[in-house]
């Protein structure tokens, strides 16, 4: 906005600082992101998905005794009421999962045993059983949706177990296993993304956590954000084959079409989560034996690069990868609150250790002030 009396508007808060945060970095000119100063890669390689859940709320890794008792905590909280089961029953069969979960949490709010305490010690208390409970929540609702009775969770399970167990009621490979954990871990923070920030200003409000999490699913589902990883598989199955790949991105550039899963506000010249859920997602091709999504994401990458220079970013291979473990393609991004439901928590809690309500201006460009007139004058 230009002119001497009007401020500078930073449309979509480009380039905004709107607060500091200890809990995670992106650094745009590395391609690089690190979680409480770990690079995020690295976490990957040597730490399943509880640690980082640990390591985000709680500043550091945890020693064997804390993880043992982070899992103990988190396993025991996983079972959901018999009224959360019969809302869920209740849901309309071609609902969303990602609105029966935005529903769920919201519901679970209105159960809560410390529903008026915002103290910090309930919100990480409400935190776990958010953790514990959205996978059971996603099962059931994912489930009801095609006639079929929950799966009771199973204590002993680690989370990875437990999401696989609850949705298709028996454990996968160590391999899968081990790229779905590393896709959690990819998906647990990443600063002040839309969704994050939803949840801190719902939280700057002092409203509770169940609100601040039940706004960050809604923020989350739009396709610019965390649904990019559905329709990334949606674009993957409507080209079909790598050989077709190129026309078809030509003809998306013809129409000046977003692709989807290319491109982030931060990132110009790359996502440093993308190699690592690349190459798990690989691994998955391998282990199903069908290399078509990997090749077609391949030659779609390649031309985005070569004539838009355009990077994709982690829904990109995430979508794929997500799709030869077997999951339906609108579970992709409940899987996505699944995980991130630890970075919000992070977000949350700093948020009300240091809160100032959160709330910017706007620049009137309406019509002047003026007299209501009579109904007869209209
Ligand atoms: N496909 C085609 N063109 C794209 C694109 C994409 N995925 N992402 C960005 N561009 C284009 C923009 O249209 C814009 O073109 P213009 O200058 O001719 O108008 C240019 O690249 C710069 O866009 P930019 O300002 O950097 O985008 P943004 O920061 O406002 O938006 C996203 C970032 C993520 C919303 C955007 O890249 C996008 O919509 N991507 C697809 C959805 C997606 O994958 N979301 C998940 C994000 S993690």
């Not at 899992?71 to 009421?81: F, L, Q």
């Not at 609105?99 to 919201?106: G, L, Y």
């Amino acid at each position: 906005m230009s002119g001497s009396n009007e401020p500078t508007i930073y449309k979509g808060l480009v380039g905004v600082y709107a607060d500091v945060s200890a809990v995670s970095k992106v650094m745009p000119e590395t391609n690089s992101l690190t979680y409480r100063g770990y690079a995020v890669q690295d976490l990957c390689e040597l730490c399943c998905f509880e640690e980082v859940a640990y390591l985000l709320w709680n500043g550091e890794l945890p020693t064997a005794a804390q993880l043992a008792d982070f899992r103990a905590a988190e396993a025991a909280e996983r079972e959901i009421s018999p009224s959360l089961h019969a809302v869920i029953k209740a849901f309309p069969k071609d609902a969303h999962p990602m609105d029966a979960i935005r529903t769920c949490v919201s519901f679970l709010g209105l159960e809560d045993p410390e529903a008026g305490d915002t103290s910090d010690a309930a919100q990480r208390r409400k935190a776990m059983r958010l953790l514990a409970k959205i996978p059971t929540c996603i099962a059931a609702a994912t489930r009801a949706a095609k006639g079929l009775l929950p799966v009771a969770p199973n204590p002993s399970h680690t989370f990875a177990e437990n999401f696989f167990n609850l949705v298709f009621d028996k454990v996968p490979a160590p391999e899968v296993l081990k790229s779905f954990d590393v896709s959690l871990i990819l998906y647990a923070e990443h600063t002040f993304n839309a969704s994050t920030f939803t949840a801190r200003t719902v939280t700057s409000t002092m409203a509770d956590i169940h609100g601040a999490i039940t706004a960050g699913i809604a923020a989350l589902k739009g396709p610019l954000h965390g649904g990019a990883n559905e329709a990334v598989m949606h674009m993957l199955k409507e080209i079909g084959s790598p050989d077709v790949a190129e026309e078809w991105l030509s003809t998306r550039f013809d129409h000046k079409a977003l692709v989807m899963g290319f491109g982030h506000r931060v990132y110009k010249s790359g996502d440093s989560r993308v190699p690592t859920m690349t190459k798990y997602a690989e691994k998955m091709a391998e282990v199903v034996g069908d290399r078509r999504w990997m090749e077609t994401s391949r030659v779609l990458a390649a031309k985005m690069l070569k004539e838009k220079n355009i990077h994709p970013n982690l829904d990109f291979p995430a979508g794929p990868a997500y799709y030869l473990m077997g999951f339906d393609i609108p579970l992709f991004t409940p899987i996505f609150v699944a995980s991130r439901i630890t970075g919000w928590a992070a977000h949350v809690f700093e948020q009300g250790a240091d809160n100032r309500l959160i709330r910017p201006l706007s620049y009137y460009t309406g019509l002047e002030q003026r007299a209501v007139p009579p109904m007869s004058a209209r």
